[in-house]
């Protein structure tokens, strides 16, 4: 079962101007798409695979990242 989770997060407004030039330059993403790839990405840089649980979470956001990554819209 997928399920999405809403965050509020305040950003520098400098990386918002980047955002908004991004998203404005790229009509295929969105601001979900860019937070979700961005946030899945830091995970795996970050994370380890030393258990069985934290190997199950790489996999799964490694998953995450490559869907946000190669999403088409229609």
Not at 4 to 12: F, R, V
Not at 26 to 54: E, I, K, M, Y
Request: glycine share 2%; with cysteine; charged share 25%.
């Amino acid at each position: 079962m997928k399920t999405n989770i809403s965050i509020l997060a305040e950003i520098p407004e400098e990386l918002h101007e980047s955002l908004k030039t991004y998203l404005d330059s790229h009509p295929d993403w969105d601001q979900d798409r860019v937070f979700t790839s961005a946030l899945s990405l830091f995970l795996l840089q970050n994370g380890n695979s030393a258990t069985p649980d934290a190997s199950r979470c790489y996999r799964q956001a490694a998953r995450v990242y490559l869907e946000s990554l190669f999403r088409h819209t229609a």
